[in-house]
């Protein structure tokens, strides 16, 4: 095998060789590395990046890497070399208030991570991207242009052998200029309302928790801490999973795929949607799903379950017959 071919790391110590270069604790080859114009993804939709072109990509003046992982120490132990680390409690919602980030505090973050109004953002994490879709939504709503999630995250990058770091990037501060907040991507409490009370029939409802959610016999999934009065989920939805929409890698299904499992659950498009889960992580991925692979009109409901199963004067569904804890 050439060493030009070959990307170098032992433990977060890297060595020289013909034909590479080093990027932030790095060694790539040089033939890879692209100084100026962002190419084109090889994805079936412009906004999802293969972990091949993100590599070749990693110099690209043009582009800014942000990891958004749910498990805490992640990025510091090694992340995609030049990438910036995001914590969606506190960097993308508002850490007081039930609400996403201000625009002048996104605005503030997105330039400290050297995003300019011209800069393809690409995104990536744990879990099969959870966060990181929530973190496209966020970017989506405050006016980024070019915004990708890396297929697959950060555990297919690792998995392919990929190199990461430790070491933080020095970055350059950018100019972006966030616009008002885009309400056309979020619903609210009054919008899954009248779609509970059938006021509203020009709009589908997909809860994409698991099953047992759904129904009501759980809460919460495993480990989670309880958040809400009642179980069960909201009148007039349909149950779809957000892991159906991945394979076993964490790469999202074909285009054909997705469309027909949406299809057979009467998502297909000729309606508006509106998604939700318990806090709206999960559901973000679905979003991402319906709405920048599919190309459907999709709101996410952040608010979720958390929000809708302790409001009151509200219907539920709760098959299981949970409804206060109590079977």
């Known amino acids: 095998m050439s060493d030009r071919s070959v990307t170098y790391r032992r433990g977060f110590k890297t060595r020289t060789a013909m034909g590479l270069c080093i990027v932030a604790g790095l060694l790539i080859p040089a ?4 100084a100026n114009a962002v190419s084109a993804p090889k994805s079936t939709t412009p906004n999802i990046v293969e ?4 590599e070749q990509n990693l110099r690209n003046a043009k582009v800014r890497i942000i990891e958004v992982s749910t498990d805490p120490g992640l990025y510091e132990k090694g992340h995609i070399a030049g990438a910036t680390k995001f914590a969606w409690h506190t960097d993308f919602v508002d850490p007081v208030n039930r609400d996403i980030v201000e625009k002048e505090r996104f605005q503030k973050l997105a330039r400290a991570a050297g995003i300019n109004n011209d800069t393809t953002v690409v995104l990536y994490g744990d879990k099969n991207n959870w ?12 006016g980024i242009k070019d915004v ?14 990929r190199a990461i770091t430790p070491i933080p990037p020095a970055i350059q501060k950018g100019n972006f200029t966030a616009t008002a907040a885009d309400l056309t991507l979020r619903a609210f409490l ?28 759980i809460f919460a999934p495993a480990g989670f801490q309880e958040l809400a009065i009642r179980a069960g989920h909201i009148p007039g939805a349909v149950n779809v999973p957000w892991s159906t929409a991945v394979g076993r890698d964490g790469s999202f299904k074909s285009r054909a795929d ?6 057979d659950a009467g998502i297909n498009g000729t ?16 979003w991402f799903v319906l709405s920048q692979i599919l190309g459907y009109d999709v709101k996410l409901y952040d608010g979720s379950w958390t929000e809708y199963g302790n409001s009151v004067g509200v219907p ?12």
């Open 31 to 34: 033939a890879n590395i692209s």
């Open 51 to 54: 972990t091949s072109w993100l």
């Open 131 to 142: 966060f990181s879709a929530w973190g496209v939504w966020i970017f989506k709503t405050y």
């Open 148 to 161: 990708r999630i890396l297929n697959g995250g950060r555990d297919k990058w690792i998995k392919e052998g």
């Open 190 to 217: 009054p919008d899954v309302v009248k779609i509970a009370k059938k006021t509203d029939k020009t709009t589908k409802l997909v809860d994409i928790r698991s099953a047992d959610e759904f129904s009501g016999k």
């Open 258 to 263: 997705l469309k027909k499992i949406y299809a």
């Open 271 to 286: 309606k508006k949607v509106i998604v939700y889960c318990r806090i709206g992580e999960r559901a973000a991925h679905t």
């Open 316 to 327: 539920i569904k709760n098959p299981s017959g949970t409804v206060w804890g109590k079977g």
